[in-house]
Structures are given as C-alpha cells and as structure tokens.
C-alpha cells in the first residue's frame, strides 16, 4: 500500500469509466449500467481496502506524517510574476479519521445509487458518464488535502449535478436546477476568495529551505506560518478574519443546508431522480459539515470557539424547523427531504460542542444519516415507480400488499426516529452527551431533544398513511420488491443494525484525529500575538 496510489486509483477511477462509456455506442444501454455499476463496485472494493489498512493510532488533523495513503508532487508552478514571485500548487491527497468515513459513505452511496439508476430510461449514455463525473467531483473533496485541489473537486460536482437535475428531473426540473447551481455557486464564491486571501497570507518550507505561498491545508493550520502582514494573518491586528470565517462558514452551510439557506433542498429532491436524490441526502450534504471540521475548525479556531454558540443555536433551528416543515407535508418525497434538514441539524449541535464526544457524534451523525437517507429516498422511489404518485394520503395498507418492502421502510423508518439497536441512536446520542456537557449552550441541546418527539411524529404519521390500515384497492396491481431493489436495502439495512450493535468498528477510526481536532483548537489562544515566528 504504501507505493499504490489508492487515493487516486478510487477518485479517478469514475473518470476513467466515464471515458470509456463516452466512447461506448449509445445503444448498448445493458452494458452501460452493468460497467457503470461495476466501476462504482471497484470503489467500495479499494475503500474497504483503506479501511483495513488504516492505521488507527495516527491523529492526522494539523500533524502532516500522520496523516495516511500521503500523494504529493507539484501540479503546477508559474514563476516570473510581477510582485506574486511564484505560484506552486500541489497534488496532495490523504486521509484521517474524520475522512476515513466519508470515503467509504461515497464510495457506498455511489454504488447503491447506480443499481437504482437502472430505471433511468432517457439518454442512458449521457446519464452514466455524468452520474460517474459527479461520483469523482464528491471522492476528492474527501481526499483532498490542498485548499485549491479541494476546491477543484468541490466545482467539479456543481456541473453534472445541475445537468443531472435539469434533464433527468421531474416537471419543475429546471427551476430546481438553477436554483441548486446558483445556491451552490454563491457560496463558492465566497469559498475562492478566502482561499485565496489565505494562499496570500501563509507560507511553508519548500525542499530547498525557502519558503513560498501555499494552499497546503495542513500548513494553513498552523499559525507559526502566516506572514505578520498577511490579510488573513492571526496577528496581523487589522485582520479580516472573522470576515473571512463568516464568509467561508456560509460558503459550507449552504451546502449542509442551514437554516435559512435550506430553501434549494426541497425543490431539487423533489425534481431530482431518485438515485440523485440519493446522492444528495447521503453525500452532498455531508460536504459543507465536513468543510468546516475540515477548514474552519482548525484554520481559524479562536473564531470557532467565539461563534460556537451560534453554530449550537443554527442547529438547534434546522432540528425543530426542518422537523415542523416536514409534518406539514403531503408529498412522500418532501416529507424525507425536510426530515434531512432536521437531521443535520444533529450534526451541527454536535459540531458546536467542540468536543470528542460531541464532534465524533457529529461525523457518525454524519455517515449514519447518508445510509439511512439514502434508504428513506429509495423507497419512496420504488413505490413512485409503481404508482406514479407520491402523495401520502393516496396509499393506504400498503404492507398487506407488499410486506418485503414494508419490512424494510420500517427498518429504515425506526433508523430515522433513532431506536436503540440501529446507527441512528448511537450518533444521536454522543452529539446530545458532548453539547449536554458544555454549559452555554446545555438550554439549547435540552430545546433540540424536541427533534425525537417530533421525528417520531412525522415517521410514525407517515407510516400509518401509507403502509398501515385498509388495503386501498386502487393499487391491487403493486408488485413486491426484485432482486435489484433487494441488492439496494440489504446492504444498508445490515449496515444500519451492524453500526447500532458495535459502533466501535466506526468510532474507532475517527476517535483520533478528533481528539486531536479538539486539543488542537482547545491549545490555540484567543490571541495569536504572543506565538514566535
């Protein structure tokens, strides 16, 4: 392992098989969802094969030599400029424990949402090598380890997810692909110009002793290589920085989404194809809260520790808000898509603890709400495919009908509310144990434990309207789940009751490099001007 460049074996790999498929006649439509499938299959192969090499003792986070699978080489380098000197950025990629798990979650998603793409009828060729460009864009943004590559891959997902969206969608495809890009594109925005504020203000020690401007995520981290004039500078006293952190926080929280920028999520999941609704719930979303754990949370971490209050109260908001909003649904789909903004609320509470207990709960959050989610939106797809409708009040004992499938929305339904024995409840748990224990915001967590009440409201209530009480004979002709859609809730159900038993197989990978995380940011002062260059 240490000479194969699995990072970018399992980041490129979709790249690779989207060429090909570019190259494939249109007609051979089988051929094209089998290789696709099996590309994206490969992937879970070499995550599965990272996860077993892992080394657990490793902290990563802001220590270079520990974090694992390291590719570096210069990608590029301009020198001659007028006043910048010269530009170099590198190729850098590796992982920790906070991106050990979100690896495998895309890798895992990806695959699954490529079985339930088999029902894509429309311009199959095109689909495919989107749907695989797309699956390459969400792997680098984990692997990721140099702010400009990092932003490279962030782009690289906004484009075929609008296409995928704006062709393959619903009625309102369009306005809900535009409203996805422009969203999205606002906040990177915002993202660019804190990079490159940054990339101005640090610098890190080249091979040949000298130093340069660098985009090197782990040299951004440390304060002892910031200029003392740099814009963006710990002690420089007219910085921008808290500016800057507002700027990139929002950048991310669009993506989570975070009240009030949530508005784009119901509209793209209810025009989106089930399998991109899938990809959005179990990944994309999962990008903002990793940014900030990722590039807030260590880069300016005396800011964190002024607004985590705030980020406490945010979270507090998306858990009750999202929950109402999706009370008050009718349409199956949107009830799921609110319920995701409520459940990342977990996430950010957890994140705002600043914590061990508090941000592993967040990132297991995190992966657990990706597997559950994603199950929540294909079975809405599956019953949607049947019967062409997905208002809750057109169905009615559905389970008498077809109990297999029943068996599973129940499973999936449970893992949501957070039952004891499923992933859900774990995750959940440590976010509430590590904001519980921080005093300023313990009247919010005790607020946000509202979340369960009215999860299970939503759940239940949906529950009962569809799959429960009298057979509604309308949908006598339904047919019970095939051996593709088997193949789509085995795994997931197995991974919801395997992490629900034994957590430790995740908690143990990212355990670490959180607590690294956490004293790193704990050790950092308020103020930066007492730290020699």
């Given at each position: 392992m240490a000479y194969f460049p699995i990072l970018s074996f399992i980041t490129f790999l979709p790249i690779l098989g989207m060429l090909i498929i570019l190259c494939i006649p249109g007609k051979q439509e089988k051929f094209i969802k089998v290789f696709s499938a099996v590309i994206t299959g490969l992937q879970v192969l070499l995550a599965g094969i990272i996860l077993n090499s892992y080394n657990y003792s490793l902290p990563g986070v802001f220590h270079q030599n520990s974090y694992q699978f390291i590719e570096k080489f210069r990608w590029i380098e301009i020198s001659g400029l007028s006043w910048i000197g010269t530009i170099k950025i590198d190729y850098f990629l590796g992982i920790d424990g906070i991106s050990a798990p979100m690896v495998l979650l895309t890798a895992l998603i990806s695959f699954i949402a490529t079985l339930s793409s088999w029902n894509i009828s429309k311009s199959i060729k095109g689909y495919f090598a989107l749907f695989l460009l797309l699956d390459a864009g969400m792997m680098g943004v984990f692997v990721a380890l140099d702010f400009f590559l990092f932003y490279v891959f962030w782009e690289l997902m906004l484009l075929p997810m609008y296409f995928l969206i704006g062709i393959w969608g619903g009625p309102r495809k369009e306005y809900a692909a535009i409203k996805f890009f422009i969203y999205t594109l606002f906040g990177s925005v915002f993202m660019l110009l804190v990079m490159i504020g940054l990339y101005f203000s640090c610098t890190e020690v080249l091979a040949n002793g000298t130093r340069a401007f660098t985009f090197n995520l782990i040299a951004l981290?440390?304060?002892?290589?910031?200029?003392a004039t740099g814009i963006l500078s710990p002690f420089n006293p007219g910085n921008l920085r808290f500016a800057a952190y507002i700027a990139l926080f929002v950048g991310f929280a669009i993506k989570i989404p975070m009240f009030p920028f949530h508005t784009w999520l119901p509209d793209a999941h209810v025009e989106a194809p089930t399998p991109i609704s899938v990809i959005l719930a179990g990944v994309l979303l999962?990008?903002?809260?990793?940014?900030?754990?990722?590039?807030?949370?260590?880069?300016?971490?005396?800011?964190?520790?002024?607004?985590?209050?705030?980020?406490?109260?945010?979270?507090?908001?998306?858990?009750?808000?999202?929950?109402?909003?999706?009370?008050?649904?009718?349409?199956?789909?949107?009830?799921?898509?609110?319920?995701?903004?409520?459940?990342?609320?977990?996430?950010?509470?957890?994140?705002?603890?600043?914590?061990?207990?508090?941000?592993?709960?967040?990132?297991?959050?995190?992966?657990?709400?990706?597997?559950?989610?994603?199950?929540?939106?294909?079975?809405?797809?599956?019953?949607?495919?049947?019967?062409?409708?997905?208002?809750?009040?057109?169905?009615?004992?559905?389970?008498?009908?077809?109990?297999?499938?029943?068996?599973?929305?129940?499973?999936?339904?449970?893992?949501?509310?957070?039952?004891?024995?499923?992933?859900?409840?774990?995750?959940?748990?440590?976010?509430?144990?590590?904001?519980?224990?921080?005093?300023?915001?313990?009247?919010?967590?005790?607020?946000?434990?509202?979340?369960i009440l009215l999860g299970a409201s939503y759940m239940l209530w949906a529950l009962q309207r569809v799959y429960l009480g009298k057979f509604n004979e309308k949908w006598s002709a339904l047919t019970d789940l095939d051996a593709r859609e088997y193949a789509m809730f085995i795994p997931l159900t197995i991974i919801i009751f395997i992490l629900g038993i034994y957590p430790s197989f995740m908690l143990n990978i990212m355990n670490t490099s959180v607590n690294s995380l956490v004293d790193f940011m704990n050790k950092m002062p308020a103020s930066f001007s007492a730290l020699k260059f």
């Amino acid at each position: 392992m240490a000479y194969f460049p699995i990072l970018s074996f399992i980041t490129f790999l979709p790249i690779l098989g989207m060429l090909i498929i570019l190259c494939i006649p249109g007609k051979q439509e089988k051929f094209i969802k089998v290789f696709s499938a099996v590309i994206t299959g490969l992937q879970v192969l070499l995550a599965g094969i990272i996860l077993n090499s892992y080394n657990y003792s490793l902290p990563g986070v802001f220590h270079q030599n520990s974090y694992q699978f390291i590719e570096k080489f210069r990608w590029i380098e301009i020198s001659g400029l007028s006043w910048i000197g010269t530009i170099k950025i590198d190729y850098f990629l590796g992982i920790d424990g906070i991106s050990a798990p979100m690896v495998l979650l895309t890798a895992l998603i990806s695959f699954i949402a490529t079985l339930s793409s088999w029902n894509i009828s429309k311009s199959i060729k095109g689909y495919f090598a989107l749907f695989l460009l797309l699956d390459a864009g969400m792997m680098g943004v984990f692997v990721a380890l140099d702010f400009f590559l990092f932003y490279v891959f962030w782009e690289l997902m906004l484009l075929p997810m609008y296409f995928l969206i704006g062709i393959w969608g619903g009625p309102r495809k369009e306005y809900a692909a535009i409203k996805f890009f422009i969203y999205t594109l606002f906040g990177s925005v915002f993202m660019l110009l804190v990079m490159i504020g940054l990339y101005f203000s640090c610098t890190e020690v080249l091979a040949n002793g000298t130093r340069a401007f660098t985009f090197n995520l782990i040299a951004l981290m440390d304060p002892k290589n910031y200029t003392a004039t740099g814009i963006l500078s710990p002690f420089n006293p007219g910085n921008l920085r808290f500016a800057a952190y507002i700027a990139l926080f929002v950048g991310f929280a669009i993506k989570i989404p975070m009240f009030p920028f949530h508005t784009w999520l119901p509209d793209a999941h209810v025009e989106a194809p089930t399998p991109i609704s899938v990809i959005l719930a179990g990944v994309l979303l999962k990008m903002g809260t990793y940014g900030i754990i990722r590039i807030c949370f260590p880069i300016f971490p005396e800011i964190t520790r002024q607004v985590a209050w705030y980020i406490a109260l945010f979270g507090a908001i998306n858990i009750v808000y999202g929950a109402l909003c999706a009370m008050a649904q009718k349409d199956f789909k949107k009830l799921i898509a609110y319920s995701s903004v409520s459940h990342m609320g977990y996430v950010l509470l957890g994140m705002a603890s600043l914590t061990t207990v508090g941000i592993n709960g967040a990132i297991f959050q995190m992966f657990n709400h990706g597997t559950i989610t994603a199950m929540l939106f294909l079975l809405v797809g599956v019953i949607y495919d049947r019967a062409h409708t997905r208002g809750l009040d057109d169905f009615g004992g559905l389970a008498l009908k077809m109990p297999m499938y029943a068996g599973f929305v129940t499973v999936a339904f449970f893992a949501a509310i957070g039952l004891p024995s499923m992933s859900g409840f774990i995750s959940e748990s440590f976010v509430f144990l590590g904001a519980f224990s921080v005093s300023s915001i313990r009247i919010i967590t005790i607020v946000s434990t509202l979340g369960i009440l009215l999860g299970a409201s939503y759940m239940l209530w949906a529950l009962q309207r569809v799959y429960l009480g009298k057979f509604n004979e309308k949908w006598s002709a339904l047919t019970d789940l095939d051996a593709r859609e088997y193949a789509m809730f085995i795994p997931l159900t197995i991974i919801i009751f395997i992490l629900g038993i034994y957590p430790s197989f995740m908690l143990n990978i990212m355990n670490t490099s959180v607590n690294s995380l956490v004293d790193f940011m704990n050790k950092m002062p308020a103020s930066f001007s007492a730290l020699k260059f």
